[in-house]
């Protein structure tokens, strides 16, 4: 059975130890950018449900009224539809 010797097994060795470093290290990174990912994402939507993530319209409704409108809509009685 051949094997390697001492200075292949040391090369060897040295290329595994540096793919592993570089391994740890992408590993790090992407631990740091999917926690800036939950960051930004929290911070978009709490802009975006207080209503900063575009120019308001000041004729547009406010949510209060609308969904009080939408509820007042759906418990109104609906006229029955005859069928032809």
């Known amino acids: 059975m051949p094997f390697c010797s001492p200075s ?3 090369e060897i060795i ?7 470093e570089a391994a740890a290290r992408l590993d790090a990174e992407i631990d740091a950018a999917l926690t800036r990912a939950e960051a930004m994402r929290q911070s978009i939507l709490k802009q975006a449900f ?7 319209d000041p004729t547009d409704e406010h949510a209060t009224a609308l969904l009080a409108r939408i509820k007042a809509e759906r418990a ?7 069928q032809a």
Request: zero cysteines; glycine letters at 4%; proline letters at 12%.
């Open 76 to 82: 109104a009685p609906r006229p029955r539809q005859t």
């Open 14 to 20: 040295r290329i595994l130890d540096a793919r592993l």
């Open 50 to 56: 207080s209503g900063r993530l575009v120019p308001q």
């Open 8 to 10: 292949e097994q040391a």
